[in-house]
């Protein structure tokens, strides 16, 4: 922004702070003609506004008593105690009729309608669960009074059973012995096969006799056991679902329980003693009187837990028709209290008072303007002074740009003059093609290594270029992170002898595949590792580590013994456009590309990226491999 436009704009803002001074005055005039309105406003507040919020909250707090109360309706146990609930209810229902005619007086029917309507539905509600709890009682009574009969019949089973037991066993115990002797006698007369097989099959009879009537006996006692099992599970029941798996178990073992007693009924037993053969014929009316007619414990409690649940989706709405209640009567309270706050604004001083505090806020906005004024004028400054730095900025970095092109052009101009120098001299035929053909394999491999390089130098340009306009995009695929280690140390190898640096390996056996792109994660070691041997002095050493970790990361590490970088060094090394220092870009070759392309493709990949450094000691770079990166 130049001053000419910046005084431009200081004039409008003059202007326009000049115009809300102007403003805020007549602002205050116009306050003190609306003051005259002030006895209206107070008269309006305590004839309509602070009646209607006294019956808003009598009304809310009246319904949220009736919602309260019913719970307590749908848990007493006796039909006087119903009674004296609702009756006290009903007193608060008449206060909440009270209030719904007081706000009905007020213009706003749409508001005054959903009162009504669920105030209405909330004492609606508390009458229906009345009549409910009405009916659950008489339901809790008749299954008390059903449970009561199961406690008797459970106990006399005893009385029943004990006989029939001991008497299937005594009577197979008769037959036992009546049978015994005469096969004893029989033996002792026979003379024939034909009396033997009278007495086997004599004694098969017995034993088929006395297996039936045990097996009756322990049908009766084990049937009539466990019908009194379902009975006492279905009265303790709560969940409706599980009732008809209970009564269907029920009628099951009642079936059996009844063909064990016909089968009771038809026998020598049952005939021999009559007091025995009634009461189990008592007992099977009794167990079936549970699945049928009055005392039917399983209808009964069908009916009960329906009831319950009827009651618990009353409650239910009433809770929400209360809340919602609330909500109007909360809108309408913060509407009158905003009326009550303007009015106590209002009331706090006299007439003139008033007019004195506008006065004062006036010139308060006033000197409060030009205050805007000068801030504004300030920020002007400052935003001009932004201009300036931010103009140095770009011209700093004109001149990054500027070295680094100038070093691009040397490192595209020297594999280029070796090329052009090589081919020339091999055009020329300087040397004679068959005695001094080894020169021209020379000359050969120059010329490939010199393309080489300078393809590297172009792809890693073109490669920054991709990463910096978003259009980079990774082929990825199960990678062996050993493999691609021990390829790159075999391509920097040469170089690592020639100038005296060791290289040494240490990768863990066993490591999984990891997810990468082969080729990149490649070109990241390489980067790495030319980096290390470029800055190892001779007789140093640039060592790779690959090694698990134990939160499950797969750590690469790369160290050197080389001439180091302090930490500034480092983040100017990380700028696609700087370099550390031009005397060091000078005393070793490179496009200062290497490590900002190293980071971006690690990024790519959503690892970990971490250079640790101290200058003349060497540097060490560490990459974590993330699990989600990791197949097992």
Not at 65 to 87: F, M, N, R
Not at 137 to 165: F, G, Y
Not at 460 to 486: M, P, Q
Request: aromatic share 6%.
């Amino acid at each position: 922004m130049n001053k000419g436009e910046a005084n431009i704009i200081r004039t409008r803002l003059l202007i326009a702070f000049s115009s809300i001074v102007a403003l805020v005055i007549v602002a205050s005039t116009v306050a003190l003609i609306a003051f005259d309105m002030f006895g209206g406003v107070v008269e309006n507040a305590t004839t309509k506004t602070l009646p209607r919020m006294a019956a808003t909250i009598r009304l809310s707090e009246r319904a949220a008593l009736i919602a309260a109360g019913a719970p307590k309706i749908a848990l007493v146990k006796t039909h006087k105690q119903v009674i004296s609930e609702i009756t006290r209810l009903s007193k608060h229902y008449n206060d909440m009729r009270q209030s719904l005619n007081m706000l009905g007086q007020d213009q706003d029917t749409e508001q005054f309608d959903h009162f009504e309507k669920n105030s209405e539905r909330i004492w609606g509600l508390t009458l229906k669960i009345r009549q409910l709890t009405h009916r659950r009682i008489d339901q809790r009574t008749v299954h008390q009074t059903i449970m009561k009969d199961v406690h008797n019949l459970q106990n006399e089973l005893a009385d029943v059973l004990t006989p029939l037991i001991y008497g299937v066993t005594s009577l197979t115990r008769l037959q036992g012995s009546r049978t015994a002797h005469q096969i004893s006698r029989r033996i002792q007369k026979s003379k024939d096969n034909s009396e033997l097989k009278d007495t086997k099959k004599k004694i098969t009879g017995l034993t088929d006799y006395a297996l039936h009537n045990i097996e009756y006996a322990m049908a009766i006692r084990n049937n009539s056991t466990l019908m009194v099992s379902l009975l006492n599970g279905a009265a303790q029941i709560t969940d409706a679902h599980l009732l008809p798996a209970l009564q269907n178990q029920y009628i099951q073992s009642f079936s059996d329980f009844s063909h064990a007693i016909d089968a009771f009924l038809q026998g020598p037993l049952a005939e021999r003693n009559p007091i025995l053969k009634e009461n189990i014929k008592q007992l099977k009316t009794r167990f079936n009187s549970y699945i049928l007619g009055d005392k039917n414990l399983f209808s009964v409690k069908q009916d009960e837990l329906e009831t319950d649940h009827e009651i618990e989706l009353i409650l239910n709405e009433q809770r929400s028709l209360t809340d919602l209640i609330f909500i109007l009567s909360q809108s309408t309270v913060s509407a009158v209290e905003n009326n009550i706050e303007e009015v106590q604004i209002e009331l706090v001083g006299t007439l003139n008072k008033s007019e004195v505090a506008i006065i004062t806020v006036a010139i308060i906005c006033v000197f409060l303007a030009f205050f805007i004024i000068y801030q504004t004028h300030i920020i002007l400054i400052k935003h001009q002074e932004d201009m300036r730095q931010a103009k140095e900025t770009a011209e700093l970095a004109s001149r990054a740009k500027s070295e680094f092109l100038a070093n691009m052009s040397h490192e595209l101009r020297t594999p280029l003059n070796a090329i052009i120098g090589f081919s020339e001299a091999i055009k020329m035929k300087i040397f004679d093609p068959v005695k001094d053909a080894e020169n021209y394999d020379d000359y050969i491999n120059s010329i490939h290594i010199s393309g080489v390089h300078l393809l590297d130098v172009i792809n890693d340009v073109l490669d920054v270029s991709r990463i910096e306009a978003g259009k980079f995009t990774l082929e990825e695929e199960d990678v062996d992170l050993k493999e691609v280690v021990e390829a790159s140390l075999r391509l920097v190898k040469d170089r690592a002898y020639q100038s005296g640096v060791k290289l040494t390996t240490k990768v863990d056996e066993g490591l999984p595949l990891i997810f990468a792109d082969k080729t990149r994660l490649k070109q990241i070691c390489i980067n790495l590792l030319s980096n290390a041997v470029k800055f190892t002095e001779e007789n140093g050493q640039v060592s790779v580590t690959v090694c698990a970790q134990q939160n499950g990361n797969i750590l690469l590490e790369v160290t050197d013994s080389g001439i180091g970088m302090t930490q500034e060094e480092i983040e100017k090394a990380l700028e696609v456009f700087g370099q550390v220092e031009s005397q060091l870009s000078r005393s070793h070759e490179g496009t200062g590309l290497g490590l900002p392309l190293v980071q971006s493709l690690i990024r790519l990949h959503g690892w970990g990226f971490k250079i640790e450094s101290d200058k003349g000691k060497g540097t060490k770079v560490s990459i974590p491999i993330t699990p989600e990166r990791i197949r097992l």
